[in-house]
Protein backbone atom coordinates (compact mmCIF):
# COMPACT_ATOMS: atom_id res chain seq x y z
CA UNK A 1 0.00 0.00 0.00
CA UNK A 2 1.55 3.45 -1.34
CA UNK A 3 1.28 5.92 1.82
CA UNK A 4 0.61 9.28 -0.31
CA UNK A 5 -0.38 8.25 -3.89
CA UNK A 6 1.60 9.86 -7.01
CA UNK A 7 0.37 13.22 -7.80
CA UNK A 8 -0.87 11.85 -11.39
CA UNK A 9 -2.98 9.21 -9.64
CA UNK A 10 -4.66 11.60 -7.17
CA UNK A 11 -4.94 13.94 -10.14
CA UNK A 12 -6.61 11.60 -11.68
CA UNK A 13 -8.86 9.77 -9.22
CA UNK A 14 -10.22 12.62 -7.43
CA UNK A 15 -13.90 12.88 -7.10
CA UNK A 16 -13.89 10.06 -9.60
CA UNK A 17 -16.45 7.84 -8.03
CA UNK A 18 -19.90 8.60 -7.75
CA UNK A 19 -21.49 5.98 -5.47
CA UNK A 20 -24.62 4.06 -6.91
CA UNK A 21 -25.20 1.89 -3.98
CA UNK A 22 -28.88 1.74 -4.62
CA UNK A 23 -28.23 0.19 -7.79
CA UNK A 24 -27.26 -3.29 -9.45
CA UNK A 25 -25.69 -5.78 -9.20
CA UNK A 26 -25.47 -4.07 -5.29
CA UNK A 27 -28.96 -3.06 -4.90
CA UNK A 28 -29.01 -2.42 -1.16
CA UNK A 29 -31.25 -0.68 1.04
CA UNK A 30 -31.41 3.29 1.44
CA UNK A 31 -30.26 3.01 5.33
CA UNK A 32 -27.32 1.00 3.96
CA UNK A 33 -26.24 2.88 1.16
CA UNK A 34 -26.37 6.49 2.88
CA UNK A 35 -24.41 5.10 5.69
CA UNK A 36 -22.12 3.53 3.62
CA UNK A 37 -21.75 7.14 1.69
CA UNK A 38 -21.06 8.61 5.17
CA UNK A 39 -18.32 6.10 5.90
CA UNK A 40 -16.56 6.89 2.67
CA UNK A 41 -16.67 10.48 3.46
CA UNK A 42 -14.51 9.77 6.44
CA UNK A 43 -12.15 7.24 5.41
CA UNK A 44 -8.55 8.02 3.82
CA UNK A 45 -9.94 7.84 0.39
CA UNK A 46 -13.06 10.54 0.86
CA UNK A 47 -11.26 12.40 -2.08
CA UNK A 48 -11.89 9.58 -4.28
CA UNK A 49 -15.60 10.32 -3.70
CA UNK A 50 -18.08 11.80 -6.12
CA UNK A 51 -22.22 12.05 -5.78
CA UNK A 52 -24.54 10.12 -4.01
CA UNK A 53 -26.59 8.62 -7.40
CA UNK A 54 -30.27 8.58 -6.21
CA UNK A 55 -33.67 8.18 -8.64
CA UNK A 56 -35.56 10.97 -8.12
CA UNK A 57 -38.91 8.87 -6.97
CA UNK A 58 -36.16 8.22 -3.70
CA UNK A 59 -35.11 11.72 -2.73
CA UNK A 60 -37.52 11.58 0.16
CA UNK A 61 -36.70 8.52 1.66
CA UNK A 62 -33.00 9.52 1.47
CA UNK A 63 -33.19 12.47 3.31
CA UNK A 64 -35.19 10.39 6.15
CA UNK A 65 -32.36 8.17 6.16
CA UNK A 66 -29.47 10.18 6.02
CA UNK A 67 -30.70 13.53 7.84
CA UNK A 68 -28.91 12.62 11.20
CA UNK A 69 -25.64 11.61 9.23
CA UNK A 70 -25.89 14.75 7.21
CA UNK A 71 -26.85 16.55 10.92
CA UNK A 72 -23.23 15.84 12.23
CA UNK A 73 -21.06 16.21 9.10
CA UNK A 74 -19.64 19.21 9.31
CA UNK A 75 -17.39 18.78 6.40
CA UNK A 76 -19.63 20.20 3.30
CA UNK A 77 -22.51 19.70 1.67
CA UNK A 78 -23.63 16.56 0.39
CA UNK A 79 -23.87 16.16 -3.31
CA UNK A 80 -26.89 14.10 -5.21
CA UNK A 81 -26.93 12.90 -8.54
CA UNK A 82 -30.59 12.13 -9.63
CA UNK A 83 -31.90 10.12 -12.41
CA UNK A 84 -34.89 11.22 -13.65
CA UNK A 85 -38.23 9.93 -14.10
CA UNK A 86 -40.00 9.61 -17.64
CA UNK A 87 -41.53 12.68 -16.81
CA UNK A 88 -38.79 15.39 -17.06
CA UNK A 89 -41.07 18.32 -15.89
CA UNK A 90 -41.77 16.58 -12.59
CA UNK A 91 -38.54 15.66 -11.84
CA UNK A 92 -37.30 19.13 -11.71
CA UNK A 93 -40.30 20.33 -9.94
CA UNK A 94 -39.51 17.59 -7.56
CA UNK A 95 -35.52 18.80 -7.50
CA UNK A 96 -36.53 22.07 -7.09
CA UNK A 97 -38.80 21.56 -3.92
CA UNK A 98 -35.64 19.05 -2.45
CA UNK A 99 -33.09 22.21 -2.96
CA UNK A 100 -35.29 24.80 -1.73
CA UNK A 101 -35.86 22.66 1.21
CA UNK A 102 -32.26 21.08 2.22
CA UNK A 103 -29.64 22.63 0.13
CA UNK A 104 -27.45 24.00 2.68
CA UNK A 105 -27.18 20.24 3.64
CA UNK A 106 -27.59 18.21 0.74
CA UNK A 107 -27.98 20.16 -2.62
CA UNK A 108 -29.39 18.12 -6.17
CA UNK A 109 -26.72 19.75 -8.56
CA UNK A 110 -26.52 16.45 -10.85
CA UNK A 111 -29.38 15.58 -13.26
CA UNK A 112 -28.79 12.19 -15.01
CA UNK A 113 -31.51 11.71 -17.85
CA UNK A 114 -32.08 9.14 -20.73
CA UNK A 115 -32.43 10.86 -24.58
CA UNK A 116 -33.06 8.91 -27.39
CA UNK A 117 -33.91 12.19 -29.44
CA UNK A 118 -32.68 15.83 -29.97
CA UNK A 119 -36.04 17.08 -28.49
CA UNK A 120 -35.92 15.25 -25.56
CA UNK A 121 -32.64 17.37 -25.15
CA UNK A 122 -34.03 20.58 -26.28
CA UNK A 123 -37.10 20.33 -24.11
CA UNK A 124 -35.18 19.15 -20.53
CA UNK A 125 -32.58 22.21 -21.46
CA UNK A 126 -35.37 24.61 -21.69
CA UNK A 127 -36.20 23.52 -18.29
CA UNK A 128 -33.43 23.28 -16.45
CA UNK A 129 -32.75 25.59 -13.41
CA UNK A 130 -29.89 27.39 -12.02
CA UNK A 131 -27.42 25.24 -11.12
CA UNK A 132 -28.19 21.77 -12.14
CA UNK A 133 -25.71 20.33 -14.59
CA UNK A 134 -27.59 17.34 -16.66
CA UNK A 135 -25.88 14.59 -18.02
CA UNK A 136 -27.99 12.71 -21.28
CA UNK A 137 -27.52 9.16 -21.14
CA UNK A 138 -27.54 8.32 -24.69
CA UNK A 139 -27.61 5.53 -27.38
CA UNK A 140 -24.33 4.93 -29.18
CA UNK A 141 -26.23 3.47 -32.63
CA UNK A 142 -26.59 5.50 -35.58
CA UNK A 143 -28.35 8.52 -33.54
CA UNK A 144 -25.28 9.34 -31.63
CA UNK A 145 -23.33 11.94 -33.83
CA UNK A 146 -26.53 13.84 -33.90
CA UNK A 147 -27.54 13.70 -30.07
CA UNK A 148 -24.07 14.61 -29.31
CA UNK A 149 -24.19 17.35 -31.94
CA UNK A 150 -27.62 18.15 -30.33
CA UNK A 151 -25.66 18.26 -26.73
CA UNK A 152 -22.97 20.46 -28.11
CA UNK A 153 -24.63 23.24 -29.60
CA UNK A 154 -27.01 23.56 -26.28
CA UNK A 155 -23.67 23.06 -23.90
CA UNK A 156 -25.07 20.30 -22.35
CA UNK A 157 -22.65 16.85 -21.27
CA UNK A 158 -23.67 13.26 -22.05
CA UNK A 159 -23.65 9.57 -20.11
CA UNK A 160 -22.01 6.68 -21.33
CA UNK A 161 -23.23 3.25 -20.10
CA UNK A 162 -20.30 1.11 -20.31
CA UNK A 163 -21.64 -2.89 -18.51
CA UNK A 164 -24.38 -3.72 -16.67
CA UNK A 165 -25.28 -7.43 -15.06
CA UNK A 166 -25.29 -9.64 -18.52
CA UNK A 167 -22.68 -10.06 -20.89
CA UNK A 168 -24.78 -8.49 -23.15
CA UNK A 169 -25.05 -4.82 -22.07
CA UNK A 170 -21.15 -4.45 -22.56
CA UNK A 171 -20.18 -1.86 -25.00
CA UNK A 172 -17.75 -3.28 -27.90
CA UNK A 173 -13.85 -1.53 -27.07
CA UNK A 174 -15.20 0.42 -30.87
CA UNK A 175 -18.10 1.60 -29.21
CA UNK A 176 -16.78 3.09 -26.60
CA UNK A 177 -13.89 4.30 -28.57
CA UNK A 178 -16.43 5.82 -31.28
CA UNK A 179 -18.16 7.62 -28.64
CA UNK A 180 -15.36 9.07 -27.09
CA UNK A 181 -14.27 10.65 -30.10
CA UNK A 182 -17.56 12.01 -31.02
CA UNK A 183 -17.87 13.54 -27.74
CA UNK A 184 -14.29 15.11 -27.99
CA UNK A 185 -14.74 16.29 -31.73
CA UNK A 186 -18.10 18.11 -30.18
CA UNK A 187 -16.22 19.07 -27.02
CA UNK A 188 -19.03 17.46 -24.98
CA UNK A 189 -17.84 16.39 -21.51
CA UNK A 190 -19.68 12.98 -20.31
CA UNK A 191 -19.35 10.48 -17.80
CA UNK A 192 -19.53 6.68 -17.39
CA UNK A 193 -21.66 4.33 -15.81
CA UNK A 194 -21.99 0.80 -14.86
CA UNK A 195 -19.79 -2.39 -15.36
CA UNK A 196 -16.44 -0.25 -13.66
CA UNK A 197 -15.63 -2.04 -10.96
CA UNK A 198 -12.23 -2.68 -11.52
CA UNK A 199 -9.67 -0.61 -12.50
CA UNK A 200 -8.25 -2.54 -15.29
CA UNK A 201 -10.13 -4.55 -17.65
CA UNK A 202 -10.69 -8.25 -16.71
CA UNK A 203 -12.57 -11.56 -16.74
CA UNK A 204 -14.87 -11.55 -13.32
CA UNK A 205 -18.45 -12.27 -12.32
CA UNK A 206 -20.78 -9.92 -13.42
CA UNK A 207 -23.07 -10.10 -10.43
CA UNK A 208 -22.29 -10.80 -6.42
CA UNK A 209 -24.42 -13.94 -6.69
CA UNK A 210 -22.49 -17.29 -5.79
CA UNK A 211 -23.69 -18.35 -9.07
CA UNK A 212 -22.80 -15.44 -11.39
CA UNK A 213 -22.31 -15.47 -15.17
CA UNK A 214 -19.12 -14.20 -15.58
CA UNK A 215 -17.90 -11.78 -18.94
CA UNK A 216 -15.27 -9.23 -19.76
CA UNK A 217 -15.74 -6.07 -17.22
CA UNK A 218 -14.29 -2.76 -18.91
CA UNK A 219 -11.76 -1.24 -16.60
CA UNK A 220 -12.16 2.61 -15.22
CA UNK A 221 -8.33 3.27 -15.65
CA UNK A 222 -8.48 2.40 -19.03
CA UNK A 223 -11.45 4.12 -19.87
CA UNK A 224 -10.10 7.16 -18.28
CA UNK A 225 -6.80 7.21 -19.66
CA UNK A 226 -7.71 6.22 -23.43
CA UNK A 227 -10.11 9.04 -23.06
CA UNK A 228 -6.59 11.03 -22.47
CA UNK A 229 -4.87 9.19 -25.01
CA UNK A 230 -7.42 9.99 -27.18
CA UNK A 231 -7.76 14.16 -26.45
CA UNK A 232 -4.25 13.95 -27.36
CA UNK A 233 -4.45 12.74 -30.76
CA UNK A 234 -3.89 8.82 -30.55
CA UNK A 235 -4.93 6.95 -33.48
CA UNK A 236 -8.15 4.51 -32.54
CA UNK A 237 -5.67 1.31 -32.84
CA UNK A 238 -3.82 2.40 -30.08
CA UNK A 239 -7.11 3.53 -27.84
CA UNK A 240 -8.29 0.06 -28.72
CA UNK A 241 -5.42 -1.59 -27.16
CA UNK A 242 -5.17 0.78 -23.92
CA UNK A 243 -8.60 0.09 -23.59
CA UNK A 244 -8.06 -3.71 -23.73
CA UNK A 245 -4.96 -3.97 -21.71
CA UNK A 246 -5.53 -6.31 -18.61
CA UNK A 247 -2.09 -5.78 -17.30
CA UNK A 248 -1.17 -3.84 -14.61
CA UNK A 249 2.75 -3.55 -15.87
CA UNK A 250 1.88 -1.62 -18.86
CA UNK A 251 0.99 1.47 -17.04
CA UNK A 252 3.61 3.54 -15.19
CA UNK A 253 2.46 6.29 -12.79
CA UNK A 254 4.86 9.36 -11.09
CA UNK A 255 4.32 12.47 -10.08
CA UNK A 256 4.79 14.27 -13.19
CA UNK A 257 2.17 11.94 -15.42
CA UNK A 258 1.33 8.53 -16.81
CA UNK A 259 3.00 6.09 -19.30
CA UNK A 260 2.00 3.20 -20.89
CA UNK A 261 4.19 0.24 -22.62
CA UNK A 262 7.06 3.23 -21.84
CA UNK A 263 6.24 4.97 -25.08
CA UNK A 264 3.15 7.08 -24.70
CA UNK A 265 3.01 8.94 -22.11
CA UNK A 266 0.57 11.44 -20.22
CA UNK A 267 1.45 14.57 -17.85
CA UNK A 268 -0.21 15.18 -14.93
CA UNK A 269 -1.68 18.32 -16.63
CA UNK A 270 -3.09 16.35 -19.33
CA UNK A 271 -5.20 14.34 -16.76
CA UNK A 272 -6.25 17.13 -15.18
CA UNK A 273 -7.62 18.65 -17.87
CA UNK A 274 -8.79 15.46 -19.36
CA UNK A 275 -11.02 14.90 -16.37
CA UNK A 276 -12.30 18.45 -16.22
CA UNK A 277 -13.07 19.04 -19.55
CA UNK A 278 -14.03 15.52 -21.09
CA UNK A 279 -14.46 12.40 -18.82
CA UNK A 280 -15.52 13.44 -15.53
CA UNK A 281 -16.78 10.60 -13.32
CA UNK A 282 -17.73 6.82 -13.36
CA UNK A 283 -21.07 5.70 -11.29
CA UNK A 284 -19.97 2.60 -9.16
CA UNK A 285 -22.05 0.68 -7.02
CA UNK A 286 -19.11 -0.18 -5.14
CA UNK A 287 -16.73 2.38 -3.83
CA UNK A 288 -14.65 0.18 -1.85
CA UNK A 289 -13.82 -2.39 -4.77
CA UNK A 290 -12.16 -0.05 -6.92
CA UNK A 291 -10.61 1.22 -3.70
CA UNK A 292 -8.96 -2.71 -3.01
CA UNK A 293 -8.07 -3.00 -6.56
CA UNK A 294 -6.07 0.11 -6.71
CA UNK A 295 -4.30 -1.22 -3.44
CA UNK A 296 -3.80 -4.50 -4.99
CA UNK A 297 -2.24 -3.06 -8.23
CA UNK A 298 -0.38 -0.49 -5.91
CA UNK A 299 -1.79 2.35 -6.41
CA UNK A 300 -2.84 4.12 -3.12
Given at each position: ???????????????????????????????????????????????????????????????????????????????????????????????????????????????????????????????????????????????????????????????????????????????????????????????????????????RPLT???????????????????????????????????????????FEFT??????????????WQLS????????????????????????????
Amino acid sequence: MTETPKESVRTLLTEIVDYAGLFPPSQISMPEAVLNYATYRNSNYHWMLGRFVVPVARLDEFFESAHDFISRDGKSVWRLAVLASEDIYETLRRIEDFNAQYASRAVCDVLEVRANTESKIENTVRSLPPGLTAYFEIPTDDRLADLVTALAIHRQRAKLRTGGITADEFPSTRTIIRFIRTCLAGNVPFKATAGLHHPLRCFRPLTYDANAPKGTMNGFLNLFLATGFARAGFKPIILEEILEDEFEESFEFTDNGVAWHGDYFLSTWQLSFVRQKSIVAFGSCSFDEPIHDLQEIGLL
